[in-house]
């Protein structure tokens, strides 16, 4: 395990691009790549990285781990449109596991009979897989703060290795005027009350969440918070609701929290950030390095409204910049998973991502400006601080390049030299103009175009005649008749008329006349413009 340390030594990195191997984070030794210098360009500095700590409800022994809550199958499948059938669930929790989030938090067993049945399936079965590294994840069941919730919440989970109710309340005035019709006296004494319960139930794992948290009063909130505490509670998360704060707002909040709720030594604060101005994934981060030691997130952000922190943004900042900017902080997630599982939430969910998504969107690692496709040709770090291997990205070439009309020629030759064809310089230019015309009218170009333009270009056989007009004239009253004048490479003009079965047939016909000079027939008429005689 690291020591404070090995966090603060500006050797040891989570983050930085590793142009040779993606950094696995269950990685038992260190490995060293080179740094750009004078004399190399490449990298030279050490990945290091500390194991997942034992769980412990209300403790984490190793204080810079970061605890992944992942509620994708809960608050992601809360989107519009995006239920999923129990066997979809379970694939992806095995997914989950598979990619190493701490928690699991299966759905709310008292919506209904189904997502009952579905969590339950999932605490038997993912709850007690043990994966290669001996992680087995916590499974998670929300309940509201009622005894009917806590009871369908626990029936769930309870046959999981590592069980967890989570139950919560709103603690704003505008919930509590609105919504819920109560005092804040009777908030207090429901959450302090539904927490003993769930405690009493025999679980020892219990979550508490003050819903609003972003817009409650302070004071307010340290006492429910403290309440909870003493009813048995060992995790506080703090939700913004409605993504209403801004990240240092936010941080602020979780700092204010810690400095001010009685006994918040003795649990874990989690943070749980709505995306409606688009500031989620900057405001988990915030509570993170304000102290919050459990994050939660959804596979590809999906969730209520505008979604949720992207467990993808979230896990990759970490590791980019969680040494030197969050003292030191890191996950236990495989981020080598992160493609897979965000294809299957996206196919399961029916919520596609869209190609400029940060991490997992298609155009993730694609460069099409011809700057920057210049720089991944000389050295991948210019433009990618992670390498796509590190999330489980294959690419279909190694630069990422896309072709299209803001490519340039280093961008075009490097992809015809993959294809086989090694063009001189005028050839390349020829085909790099027929390029870029192309490209205006087309978005992006496959290999199929570029092997197209090239045979057109380069490869095309000698021309010895071209069309110069066609007229055909085809009905019902007699047989199809056609006059092609094809131009000669001279500059010859050659006019033909013939007949055929229709007005295809009879335009090769005239064609056969004029090439087939043996066989011209009577119809060959000759009008010749630069020559008197006949080839």
């Known amino acids: 395990m690291a020591s404070a340390s090995t966090f603060a030594n500006p050797k040891f990195c989570t983050s930085t691009f590793c142009p040779k191997l993606p950094c696995s984070l269950f990685s038992p030794k260190p490995h060293v790549f080179s740094l750009p210098n004078a004399s190399s360009s490449r990298f030279t500095t050490k990945c290091s990285l500390s194991p997942r700590p034992s769980y412990i409800p209300n403790h984490i022994p190793n204080p810079g781990y970061i605890r992944i809550f992942d509620t994708t199958l809960r608050d992601g499948e809360q989107s519009p449109g995006a239920t999923m059938t129990a066997k979809e669930k379970i694939d992806i929790a ?65 046959y999981a290795k590592l069980p967890r109710v989570h139950t919560f309340i709103a603690t704003s005035d505008i919930h509590l005027n609105y919504k819920l019709k109560k005092s804040r006296e009777e908030v207090v004494a429901i959450a302090r009350d539904m927490v003993a319960y769930a405690r009493s139930l025999g679980c020892a794992d219990v979550e508490f969440s003050p819903e609003d948290a972003g817009r409650s009063d302070r004071e307010f909130l340290y006492q429910v918070l403290g309440e909870v505490i003493k009813a048995g509670a060992t995790t506080l998360n703090i939700p913004d609701t409605v993504g209403y704060t801004l990240p240092s707002e936010f941080g602020l909040l979780i700092a204010d929290i810690k400095a ?28 993170a390095h304000a102290g919050a030691r459990q994050l939660e997130v959804t596979v590809n952000g999906i969730g209520e409204r505008a979604g949720n922190a992207s467990l993808e943004e979230v896990v990759m900042a970490i590791k980019c910049r969680g040494q030197e900017l969050l003292g030191g902080l890191y996950t236990g997630v495989n981020t080598r998973h992160i493609v897979m599982a965000s294809k299957m939430v996206a196919e399961y969910s029916g919520l596609h991502v869209q190609p400029h998504k940060a991490i997992v969107g298609a155009n993730a690692f694609a460069h099409e400006s011809g700057i920057h496709q210049d720089g991944m040709l000389k050295f991948k770090g210019t433009y990618e601080i992670i390498s796509p ?24 030759r490097s992809r015809l030299l993959e294809l086989g064809y090694e063009l001189e310089t005028k050839e390349l230019d020829d085909v790099f103009w027929r390029f870029k015309a192309v490209a205006e009218k087309k978005k992006h170009l496959t290999d199929d175009d570029l092997e197209a333009l090239v045979s057109d270009e380069i490869f095309q056989p000698q021309v010895l005649w071209s069309l110069g007009d066609l ?26 008329c013939s007949v055929g079965t229709g007005p295809v047939d009879a335009a090769y016909n005239a064609i056969d006349s004029i090439v087939k000079v ?9 009008t010749p413009k630069h020559s008197s005689h006949h080839p």
């Not at 007229?471 to 006059?483: E, H, N």
């Not at 043996?518 to 000759?526: A, V």
């Open 518 to 526: 043996d066989h011209i027939d009577s119809m060959f008429l000759e």
């Open 471 to 496: 007229q055909v004239t085809s009905g019902t009253l007699g047989l199809s008749t056609a006059t092609v004048k094809l131009i000669g490479v001279d500059g010859t003009e050659r006019i033909a």
């Open 389 to 412: 291997e590190d999330i489980g990205l294959t690419r279909s070439n190694e630069s990422g390049i896309v072709l299209g009309k803001l490519s340039g020629r280093h961008a075009l």
């Open 260 to 287: 001010n709720t009685p006994g918040i030594e003795n649990v874990i604060i989690s943070t749980h950030c709505q995306n409606d101005l688009g500031l989620a994934t900057a405001n988990t981060l915030a509570g």
């Open 94 to 158: 095995r997914q989950l596991a598979r990619l190493g989030v701490d928690i699991i938090e299966a759905g709310f067993p008292a919506a209904s009979r189904d997502d009952f049945e579905a969590v339950k399936s999932i605490a038997m079965d993912v709850g007690n897989a043990v994966g290669d590294d001996g992680h087995v994840p916590v499974i998670c069941g929300l309940s509201r703060c009622n005894k009917a919730d806590i009871d369908a919440a626990w029936e769930a989970v309870k």
